[in-house]
């Protein structure tokens, strides 16, 4: 249900929105003065913050859920290109990253993708699988949002948004002051996200109260985000602005393959989203860029031809690629011309051509947060807080981050469960 000064969340007729009639306060909700008490607060109205109200919700908690923005999960909508890639068939613990890499086990058992794919079946929501697991929308990303605010409904959930929320504080169970009004519950749940994307409202607010009761936190950087390069890749990487190849990108033990995308500060597209969670500061990277075909076979049977070396690429590759990647690395000439350790030395720069990012995009083109809450001060099945009882933490502000293709809202949807099931 939505009072007060929350703005208007239902869409149009037609869906399960409409039958929103709950008196306000519902639920067990009573209004005390000017401060309304509750049993589950949630900050935060994106995926894990609504999937963690409605789980509340259905075991008849009353939950109110705060949004500093003017309208609920944000980062949904202009997810997958505005169609939500919203979960991934193959998601288990290994496609994600933290310092305790068995943290997520629990909360992706109990609420694998099989659960959330039929809760959007359940709301006749048609999607397809593009590809590697990844499902999207048919139509538009609005329609989870709607289906989570269907859901809420439902539940009984209140939502409130525009509400900036001035301090958090322990008393019994805890008490919030906002720009709405003064709050308290029980149990409180932090769903406010990272800091990537910040125009979208991203800030730091959930990292300062989780400082404010003690929390540890990993490092932040930013996640699945282009990579930027120095002076001496620029004048290529212009040059190729636009231009994606199929590549294996490798990092340290990690190794990706999909396309990579040349834009004019460096490299970007999805095998490089993928390595920026490995990558760190002062490492290279390595790209094979015929991952699919051996060059030192294509090269050494062409050996005795008079065929160009950028016209024999030029069969594997983009001519606008290989014809710039030539002129920098190796200057196309007849293939007679080559001696065989020149051949050799060419086809090993196409398999391991070797790179040196001098960093990222930033927060502001990056698509999720590394680091954050440590897992170390939580409980993995439920998210919350070991000394802060009451208190949970769950989504992106966990050192908790996924691989590119849906598996973050996997987190989100999973450990929203865990944490809606005790909240």
Same mark, same amino acid.
């Given at each position: 249900?939505?009072?007060?000064?929350?703005?208007?969340?239902?869409?149009?007729?037609?869906?399960?929105?409409?039958?929103?009639?709950?008196?306000?306060? &519902?639920? !067990? *909700? +009573?209004?005390?003065?000017?401060?309304?008490?509750?049993? $589950? #607060?949630?900050? @935060?109205?994106?995926?894990?913050?609504?999937?963690?109200?409605?789980?509340?919700?259905?075991?008849?908690?009353?939950?109110?859920?705060?949004?500093?923005?003017?309208?609920?999960?944000?980062?949904?909508?202009?997810?997958?290109?505005?169609?939500?890639?919203?979960?991934?068939?193959?998601?288990?613990?290994?496609?994600?990253?933290?310092?305790?890499?068995?943290?997520?086990?629990?909360?992706?058992?109990?609420?694998?993708?099989?659960?959330?794919?039929?809760?959007?079946?359940?709301?006749?929501?048609?999607?397809?699988?593009?590809?590697?697991?990844?499902?999207?929308?048919?139509?538009?990303?609005?329609?989870?949002?709607?289906?989570?605010?269907?859901?809420?409904? &439902?539940? !009984? *959930? +209140?939502?409130?948004?525009?509400?900036?929320?001035?301090? $958090? #504080?322990?008393? @019994?169970?805890?008490?919030?002051?906002?720009?709405?009004?003064?709050?308290?519950?029980?149990?409180?749940?932090?769903?406010?996200?990272?800091?990537?994307?910040?125009?979208?409202?991203?800030?730091?607010?959930?990292?300062?109260?989780?400082?404010?009761?003690?929390?540890?936190?990993?490092?932040?950087?930013?996640?699945?985000?282009?990579?930027?390069?120095?002076?001496?890749?620029?004048?290529?990487?212009?040059?190729?602005?636009?231009?994606?190849?199929?590549?294996?990108?490798?990092?340290?033990?990690?190794?990706?393959?999909?396309?990579?995308?040349?834009?004019?500060?460096?490299?970007?597209?999805?095998?490089?989203?993928?390595?920026?969670?490995?990558?760190?500061?002062?490492?290279?990277?390595?790209?094979?860029?015929f991952p699919r075909v051996s060059m030192l076979e294509v090269l050494r049977a062409a050996h005795a031809q008079p065929?160009?070396?950028?016209?024999?690429?030029?069969?594997?590759?983009?001519?606008?690629?290989?014809?710039?990647?030539?002129?920098?690395?190796?200057?196309?000439?007849?293939?007679?011309?080559?001696?065989?350790?020149?051949?050799?030395?060419?086809?090993?720069?196409?398999?391991?051509?070797?790179?040196?990012?001098?960093?990222?995009?930033?927060?502001?083109?990056?698509?999720?947060?590394?680091?954050?809450?440590?897992?170390?001060?939580?409980?993995?099945?439920?998210?919350?807080?070991?000394?802060?009882?009451?208190?949970?933490?769950?989504?992106?502000?966990?050192?908790?981050?996924?691989?590119?293709?849906?598996?973050?809202?996997?987190?989100?949807?999973?450990?929203?469960?865990?944490?809606?099931?005790?909240?």
């Amino acid at each position: 249900m939505v009072t007060g000064h929350a703005r208007a969340l239902i869409p149009a007729s037609g869906d399960r929105l409409s039958e929103r009639t709950q008196a306000p306060f &519902a639920h !067990g *909700v +009573e209004p005390i003065g000017k401060q309304l008490t509750y049993d $589950v #607060a949630v900050l @935060g109205a994106g995926a894990a913050g609504l999937m963690c109200a409605i789980e509340a919700g259905r075991r008849g908690r009353s939950v109110l859920v705060l949004e500093r923005n003017d309208q609920v999960g944000r980062k949904i909508l202009i997810s997958g290109g505005g169609r939500c890639n919203f979960t991934n068939v193959h998601a288990g613990p290994e496609n994600f990253f933290s310092q305790n890499p068995d943290f997520c086990r629990s909360a992706l058992a109990a609420y694998p993708p099989a659960r959330f794919i039929a809760l959007v079946e359940e709301h006749h929501i048609p999607y397809h699988e593009k590809k590697l697991g990844q499902l999207f929308c048919n139509g538009s990303s609005r329609e989870i949002v709607t289906m989570l605010l269907a859901e809420c409904a &439902a539940a !009984g *959930v +209140e939502i409130r948004l525009d509400c900036e929320i001035s301090s $958090v #504080a322990q008393s @019994g169970g805890f008490c919030l002051e906002t720009n709405v009004g003064t709050f308290e519950s029980q149990s409180l749940v932090v769903a406010t996200g990272g800091l990537s994307i910040p125009q979208i409202g991203a800030t730091g607010f959930g990292y300062r109260v989780a400082e404010q009761f003690g929390m540890k936190r990993v490092s932040l950087r930013p996640g699945l985000v282009s990579l930027t390069f120095g002076h001496d890749e620029k004048a290529l990487f212009e040059s190729l602005s636009g231009v994606a190849v199929e590549a294996t990108v490798a990092c340290g033990k990690s190794r990706f393959t999909e396309n990579i995308l040349f834009t004019h500060r460096g490299l970007s597209g999805p095998a490089i989203l993928q390595i920026s969670n490995v990558w760190r500061e002062g490492e290279a990277i390595t790209v094979d860029l015929f991952p699919r075909v051996s060059m030192l076979e294509v090269l050494r049977a062409a050996h005795a031809q008079p065929r160009e070396l950028s016209s024999v690429l030029s069969d594997h590759a983009p001519r606008r690629f290989v014809q710039a990647w030539c002129a920098a690395y190796a200057p196309s000439q007849p293939m007679n011309r080559y001696s065989r350790r020149q051949i050799d030395e060419i086809a090993h720069r196409l398999h391991a051509w070797e790179l040196q990012p001098t960093g990222t995009a930033g927060f502001g083109k990056a698509e999720v947060t590394l680091g954050g809450v440590d897992t170390n001060s939580l409980h993995s099945k439920t998210l919350e807080a070991r000394r802060v009882p009451g208190l949970f933490f769950i989504g992106e502000i966990v050192d908790v981050t996924g691989w590119l293709g849906g598996y973050n809202f996997q987190w989100a949807w999973a450990s929203g469960f865990a944490a809606g099931q005790v909240a």
